[in-house]
T-cell receptor, first 118, second 115 residues
Framework: DARVTQTPRHKVTEMGQEVTMRCQPI?????VFWYRQTMMQGLELLAY????????DSGMPKDRFSAEMPDATLATLKIQPSEPRDSAVYFC????????????????FGPGTRLTVT | AQKITQTQPGMFVQEKEAVTLDCTYD???????LFWYKQPSSGEMIFLIY??????QNATEGRYSLNFQKARKSANLVISASQLGDSAMYFC????????????FGEGTQLTVNP
């Protein structure tokens, strides 16, 4: 049963500290997404990658957030320095985009990382 | 402007009854896809059903069906024979041709199924 995995599941940190969240997409998937969910803003797309190349990171605060895919099995989202307003659940999702079905492809979500910045 | 609008913050339904969760969308793209996701209290996002803008028939997946009214720009989710396990937050989402792979989500509807 292939799943997207995310670590850590929970993270509590102090303001100013660096936070790194990791995601292992489903093997064979070529598209990876990072979302943030808060009560106020709902679900927001932060960034996504296709074949490890960043395609869109317009939803991400550039001054403190960075997203990378060092290899096909690992995506990272880093916040440095973290702030209390970054407290949220961060979801990673992956999907397989093929030419014939560019609209429909299911995004499989990971369990999320619940980040609390104090 | 909101691209996805879910006007029902909360809905209640009796077990075994059907329930409709509303979703309206706003796009000028001729090609787009509409999705529904379920988020139980455990937090994971579960894909339920998809409707393409050019699909002639309404999508169905088991107890889930999508009432797609293109002219009205609505894509309501119908859950038949509700079960206690259906209690969750439900999100409508859209992918537009011009937005690449970006999925835009609505604010969600919290469904509670009563025994």
């Amino acid at each position: 049963d292939a799943r997207v995995t995310q670590t850590p599941r929970h993270k509590v940190t102090e303001m100013g500290q660096e936070v790194t969240m990791r995601c292992q997409p489903i093997l064979g998937h070529n598209t990876v997404f990072w979302y943030r969910q808060t009560m106020m803003q709902g679900l927001e797309l932060l960034a996504y990658f296709r074949n490890r190349a960043p395609l869109d990171d317009s939803g991400m605060p550039k001054d403190r957030f960075s997203a990378e895919m060092p290899d096909a099995t690992l995506a990272t989202l880093k916040i440095q320095p973290s702030e209390p307003r970054d407290s949220a659940v961060y979801f990673c999702a992956s999907g397989l985009v093929v030419l014939q079905r560019t609209f429909f492809y299911e995004q499989y979500f990971g369990p999320g990382t619940r980040l609390t910045v104090t | 402007a909101q691209k996805i609008t879910q006007t029902q913050p909360g809905m209640f339904v009796q077990e075994k009854e059907a329930v409709t969760l509303d979703c309206t969308y706003d796009t000028s793209d001729p090609s787009y896809g509409l999705f529904w996701y379920k988020q139980p209290s455990s937090g994971e996002m579960i894909f339920l059903i998809y409707q393409g803008s050019y699909d002639q028939q309404n999508a169905t997946e088991g107890r889930y069906s999508l009432n797609f009214q293109k002219a009205r720009k609505s894509a309501n989710l119908v859950i038949s024979a509700s079960q206690l396990g259906d209690s969750a937050m439900y999100f409508c989402a859209m992918r537009e041709e011009t937005s690449g792979s970006r999925l835009t989500f609505g604010e969600g509807t919290q469904l509670t199924v009563n025994p």
